[in-house]
């Protein structure tokens, strides 16, 4: 018939196409249907629960790894000096010293570890690892067993911070990033906080069972590490794509959300290639090295404010506790701090403030501080119409001095963890960069156990102008990274394309 088109005119690969197309499309458009789209209210609500679950366990590993470590400090004010002969100014530094080398060799390689196992496991092998080490501290009677489990602990306590680190910024956006390290940091400066107090409670234990009252820090608070230990896989969490509480609409909307600010979010295998990428960033250093000073200053704050304070005319025991005061003001100034950086995406700017900070309270901190040797300051303080004349003592002031210097180091060290994260592209080098940050600060440690020598007390004037000096060029490295960053940002907005990064990705400044 004429205008009929004959059947073997008709293509049948072509009509097998468009059929096998139009199915689907039509799968497509079911799962634009079956998706959920989560309401505001829903998402805040996940927010809160994906808070519980990611940050109180490692919070409380990190803060426990703080106390296990600065511990001695008060157990040098409390008798361990005298029973193992400390007398010899080095011992004591080459004790605090042995803790740094291993800490810094294990960095890199634990997380390494940690993305091959489930953290929970290796976070909390590590942690039962070190409460049995410190635990053996309280039992020895020679100085040098002590320095060899000093080597030990930190051996063990070196993946917890950069594995904490990895973590949070595995689960979370980089405009979320800085509070949520800062949260886990804040549970650490919490429990650094209490440790004065609870050596001073330790503390009175002295003489029961024969044991010296350092013995039982050691002893007791490495068996309570222990049994955190034991019971922490049970709240520790995994990665995202692990992570079986997840329902199927909040798996997506994570998932997604990570996508869009990582270009990723699953795990990436760590391979040679990745530590060539972080090793040839000249930037990776020169965050590196301001790290490094940083945690310099902030170990031999905490090392040393005890003996700094007994200084002042403290004893022991009240030493221990005064210690513990300047880091609940630290905690507040790092809230401060961390939600005007994730709001502004102003991680080193930040920085600048809180060096300057630790310059002012460092300058306050010296011995003669511009000020008389009896008196330091007067204020008048108004009581109606009689003025009364308030005379504040030395001592007074230099203990502000060491409020405002530990303010101002702990509100920096969250501040560059969450710069060097979020300016990291891709999982496995940021796990890679996160351990290798913090063998920087493990170096900074070592630094910080010698500054404050023994013979310099109590004024420990070359120890203060050295950490002055690590905060003026940590200033000045900042502010040639702004300005790197900021140029590769400029370049970004002309059209260059990043390996690994998503659409609109820019540089925290």
Known sequence: ???????????????????????????????????????????????????????????????????????????????????????????????????????????????????????????????????????????????????????????????????????????????????????????????????????????????????SGWRWIFSIEGGATMLLGAVAPLFLPSFPEKASWLKPAHREHLFEKLHRDHGHAEQEKVTLRTFRNVSTDWLFWLQGSVYCFNVGTANATAFFAPTIIAGLGYDGLQASLRSGFPFFAALGLLMITSTISDRFQRRATTC???????????????????????????????????????????????????????????????????????????????????????????IGGIIGSLIFRGQDAPGYAPGIYTTIGFCVYNIFALLVCIFAYRKRNQRIAQGEVLEGAPEGYRFSL
């Open 352 to 442: 600048l403030f809180t060096i300057t900070l630790m310059i002012i309270g460092l300058i306050i901190m010296r011995e003669n501080a511009g000020f008389s040797r009896e008196y330091s300051a007067a204020i008048y303080l108004c009581h109606g119409a009689v003025q009364e004349l308030t005379l504040i003592s030395t001592a007074g002031v230099r203990y502000t001095g060491i409020f405002f210097l530990t303010m101002g180091v702990h509100s920096t060290v969250p501040a560059l963890l969450a710069f060097n994260q979020s300016n990291t592209l891709g999982a496995a080098n940021r796990a890679i960069s996160s351990g290798m940050l913090i063998a920087c600060g493990a």
């Open 1 to 211: 018939m004429e205008g009929t088109i004959p059947d073997e005119n008709i293509n049948p690969s072509g009509k097998h196409d468009a059929e096998v197309l139009h199915t689907e499309n039509l799968h497509d458009e079911d799962l634009k249907t079956e998706r959920t789209e989560l309401t505001r209210a829903q998402i805040r609500r996940f927010g809160i629960l994906q808070d519980v679950r990611v940050l109180p366990m490692l919070g409380v590993i990190y803060a426990v790894s703080i106390l296990d470590r600065i511990n001695i400090g008060s157990a040098k004010v409390l008798g361990m000096e005298e029973d193992l002969n400390l007398g010899d100014a080095t011992r004591y530094s080459i004790i605090l010293l042995l803790f740094f080398p291993s800490y810094a060799l294990t960095d890199v390689p634990s997380n390494w570890i940690l993305t091959k196992v489930s953290p929970r496991l290796w976070l909390a092998f590590l942690m039962f690892g070190w409460g049995a080490i410190l635990c053996g501290m309280g039992f020895t009677h020679n100085w040098q067993v002590v320095a060899f489990l000093r080597f030990m602990l930190g051996a063990f306590e070196g993946g917890v911070l950069p594995g904490v680190t990895f973590v949070i910024a595995c689960w979370y956006t980089k405009p979320e990033l800085h509070k949520r390290i800062a949260a886990a940091y804040g549970v650490g400066l919490i429990s650094s906080g209490f440790a004065g107090i609870l050596s001073f409670g330790l503390g009175q234990l002295d003489g029961v069972h024969g044991m």
